[in-house]
């Protein structure tokens, strides 16, 4: 085994960098480690040996920065750089950029990145090599006439794909000829502003589809081998949400058959380092030798290399820095064997309720999971901000058990045991997914939580009324503590004021008897009202809509109401003008409101005619003028935000009554864009 250097420079954020840098300590190297201005006190930062700033916020200016990062590497003296995933991985340049200034690029050749780097030159040299690819046009010419042609040829459902595609970006579903204009148009459109090269290729559908990759490593000393599959089959818009290894259904012979064609694949790029051959299977009954093509080659760490891990035991980030050292892989394919079953959930600052959509701020709490079997991979503690500059991913959990049965069971367990506050998470519909009956079947197919997100909760929910009350009687004690009961009586009690105090019993009432209140307050979902009773028992509160008999029979105490909750997966987070109860995974705010302060907002709310920005972005489509009619659930405008389209649509069936944006305009989070104004119910 040769020396390995002394010394990397992580070029990479969050999880993925705090990761490297562990695995490179381990070994005895000095970690370097860099930074955006939005990441000065990241756990990274924290982490590594040193670390250096290199620019503001936007990855443009900071973690792409190839030259930037080069010239810290080499002032900090850093034999080699791993670039992580994301960001400069798959950068053929910025590769050539580190041998030139004598710096070891930890990835693969250049070469061998370019030969991978687009999806249409890649599908052409695996084909090459007798590697099946999933049928359609994959050559140069671009004409929407050729290409709506070509997607007749191939048969519908067809899948348009960037060729420079990445993360789901750039590729469309086309069910039918009609459809085939407008979806490449917006895939080019996508294609374009996320990567810079509009140009597409275009496949059949695969039915029931299943997502299976293969992790393979090759040194620079001839050999290639394969470290068995994952099954990521578990995605929305086509992005990972539960990934496992090895996959269900597997046979020993599929599996030769995938691997052999995934180490073809590898031979022929020149491969060398860690690497993941992507291919989709046919889902519609068992995996077969013949059912399977290739789509893609990753040339970098994939996010969900942990499961391969676990059940390989092999560190792959130690490997990649041995093979990038020069060092042989001191194992044959024969002498790998699969321990048990892993399974990851990729843990999300985001609403599944709001459409997945990304949410930032504080961690006003963060509780991972720990215990037998299980692993966590996060880039953020408590405290830190999750920015809306970066992937919004707060941890990854993974579990390995014996069993898939077994891996799932401490899966479920794990998340249970996972409290967000802050920015809302994924928590809950995580736990759904690792919790549905297909799935614990193995029977799931890459459409899976697309047609059950309504199963999955991933569709807005009835207010949490438990939780707004629990959350209330949190705010009150926090009253009282800051020795400022006037919220609960404003208004209400008049000159009472003080004839009550909540925590130390009885007291009050020998003047007052039966007394109620209306406490008003401000939740995510709008306002709300509790109500507050008191009697000789001591103050008691009642849920919003919750009936009373008699007097509502309710503990005042937070804690205790939250204990009734039941499940022993709640917890309420004090944050600094409004709480979080967490229940069920689901987090719940709550503020007090002053009630003579009325919500203009809420009041006017008919039928959601407004139709609004739900991010920061560009307006990059409007599909409709003043004056048009519109379909309920009709295609409206679209928003680019994080380089991803988001589409809005009509909330209602009616006329177009004003628009209030133009196309290329950036527009801030609840910009108004444009109204619909509701037909009369008839
Ligand atoms: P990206 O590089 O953008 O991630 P991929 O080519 O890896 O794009 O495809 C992403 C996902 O899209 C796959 O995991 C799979 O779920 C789906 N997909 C890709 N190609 C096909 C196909 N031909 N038929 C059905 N689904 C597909």
Known sequence: MSRIFSSVLIANRGEIACRVIRTAKRMGLRTIAVYSSADAKAPHVRLADEAHHIGPPPAAESYLRADRIIEVAQASRAAAIHPGYGFLSENAEFAEACAEAGIIFVGPPASAIRAMGLKDAAKALVEKAGVAVVPGYHGPRQEPDFLRQKAYETGYPVLIKAIAGGGGKGMRRVERQQDFDAALAS???????????????????????????????????????????????????????????????????????????AVEAARVAGYIGAGTVEFIADGRGALRADGFYFMEMNTRLQVEHPVTEAITGLDLVEWQLRVAAGDALPFDQEDLVIDGHAVEARLYAEDPEKGFLPSTGKLIALKLPTGEGVRIDSGVAEGDEVTPFYDPMIAKIIAHGVSREQALEQLSGALTSTIVAGPKCNLAFLKALVDADEFREGAVDTGFIERNLENLGAVPQPADTQAIAAGTAQLLRMEYERSNPSLIVRGRLGSHEWLFDPWSARKGFELAGRRHTVVPVATENGRANVDLFFDEGGPRLLAPGEEAEGWPDVEWNATLRLAELGDGNGAVVRGVDKVFVIRNGRQTSVALVDPLDVDLEHLDGDAGGQITSPMHGKLVALLVNEGDEVAKGQLLAVVEAMKMEHALTAPVAGVVSEVLARVGEQVGEGARLLTVVAHEQG
């Open 187 to 261: 895939a080019q459109r996508e294609a374009m502003s996320a990567f810079g090269d509009p140009r597409v290729l275009i496949e059949k559908y695969i039915p029931s589809p299943r997502h299976i990759e293969m992790q393979v490593f090759a040194d620079a000393h001839g050999h290639v081998l394969h470290l068995f599959e994952r099954d990521c089959s578990l995605q929305r818009r086509h992005q990972k949400v539960i990934e496992e290894a090895p996959a269900p259904g597997m046979t020993p012979e599929v599996r030769r058959a995938m691997g052999e064609a």
